[in-house]
């Protein structure tokens, strides 16, 4: 069974960064589209960024620039560094795996603040 989990969130001042991690057991891990999500309080979960089974990759025009996805076949992780974070980037960040099913990890809160 596929399971994720995700680490890395915390309290980070604006102009910061933060590095997140989504860690990945079970099999088949190249096969997955692996992406990340993000739900702000009263907003609708959206997608940050993905890397599919062929390295391509595809950002938010709110995070281009500022966050970069990478994933890791030998660790079965996949990463999101965020540079230059904002107040508005503020959210609980979900790690997301499909590939004929659609699978979510708990989620990891980031909070943008002075």
């Known amino acids: 069974q596929v399971q994720l989990v995700e680490s890395g969130g915390g309290l980070v001042q604006p102009g910061g960064s933060l590095r997140l991690s989504c860690a990945f057991s079970g099999s088949g891990f190249t096969l997955y589209t692996k992406g990340w999500y993000r739900q702000a309080p009263g907003k609708q979960r959206e997608l940050v960024a993905f890397?599919?089974?062929?390295?391509?990759?595809n950002y938010a025009e709110s995070v281009k620039g500022r966050f970069t996805i990478s994933r890791d076949n030998a660790k079965n992780t996949v990463d999101l560094q965020m540079n230059s974070l904002k107040p508005e980037d503020t959210a609980v960040y979900y790690c997301?795996?499909?590939?004929?099913?659609?699978?979510w990890g708990q989620g990891t809160q980031v909070t943008v603040s002075s």
């Open positions: 997301n795996f499909r590939f004929r099913t659609n699978i």
């Open positions: 890397i599919t089974s062929t390295d391509s990759t």
